[in-house]
């Protein structure tokens, strides 16, 4: 079945330290890939998105991700978080063939600390 | 303001009682997602209009659930009979044209099935 795997509930970080969140996806002829953040008692809203072309993409608020075809995996990454960042984070794909639904990943709680 | 809007935002009801919720997409979008979202879990597909045609349902979306967008504009999305594992928050999403395009989401409504 299609599916996208966040292996990581939660992941602590201090501000201005490095942070990766992981993303897996079920290998697909086709497939688009997405994050969204959810910040607390707020809608999702989309930070990237991979479609084609370049594998590395870069999203709002300094976000970017890579799209790694043979690991069939779109992690993302910030090189400097900030308190602000504090937020979950959701993996999502869209498989060909389908309506366009969003398969999501169960969601990674970033707690930035200062 | 301009973006995808619901209501109620909360709903409290007792088990047994029917509930409906409203979704109003963006207006040009003609894509339109209903999600259900449980604690500690990413949001899961129920259903996707185009336009007024409702082309794809979950298995998630069982006897008790109907949903409809009758113009092409808002949605609606009735629970008949509700049961406590109805409970979660119920996200509607829109988006224009094309199947991989960005999802837009409202900021839900929140459904306690007492």
């Known amino acids: 079945a299609q599916s996208v795997t966040q292996l990581d509930s939660q992941v602590p970080v201090f501000e201005e330290a490095p942070v990766e969140l992981r993303c897996n996806y079920s290998?697909?002829?086709?497939?688009?890939l997405f994050w969204y953040v959810q910040y607390p008692n707020q809608g999702l809203q989309l930070l990237l998105k991979?479609?084609?072309?370049?594998?590395l993409v870069k999203g709002i608020n300094g976000f970017e991700a890579e799209f790694n075809k043979s690991q069939t995996s779109f992690h993302l990454r910030k090189p400097s978080v900030h308190i602000s960042d504090t937020a979950e984070y959701f993996c999502?794909?869209?498989?060909?063939?389908?309506?366009?639904?969003?398969?999501f990943g169960k969601g990674t709680k970033l707690s930035v600390k200062p | 303001d301009t973006g995808v809007s619901q209501d109620p935002r909360h709903k409290i009801t007792k088990r047994g009682q029917n509930v409906t919720f409203r979704c109003d997409p963006i207006?040009?979008?003609?894509?339109l997602y209903w999600y259900r979202q449980t604690l500690g879990q990413g949001p899961e597909f129920l259903t996707y209009?185009?336009?007024?045609?409702?082309?794809?349902k979950s298995r998630l979306l069982s006897d008790r659930f109907s949903a409809e967008r009758p113009k092409g504009s808002f949605s609606t999305l009735e629970i008949q009979r509700t049961e406590q594992g109805d409970s979660a928050m119920y996200l509607c999403?829109?988006?224009?044209?094309?199947?991989?395009?960005?999802?837009?989401f409202g900021p839900g409504t929140r459904l306690t099935v007492l």
């Open positions: 999403a829109s988006s224009p044209g094309q199947s991989y395009n960005e999802q837009f």
């Open positions: 290998s697909s002829v086709s497939v688009y």
């Open positions: 991979y479609l084609s072309g370049s594998t």
């Open positions: 999502a794909a869209v498989y060909g063939g389908s309506q366009g639904n969003l398969i």
């Open positions: 207006s040009e979008h003609n894509r």
């Open positions: 209009f185009q336009n007024e045609a409702q082309l794809e």
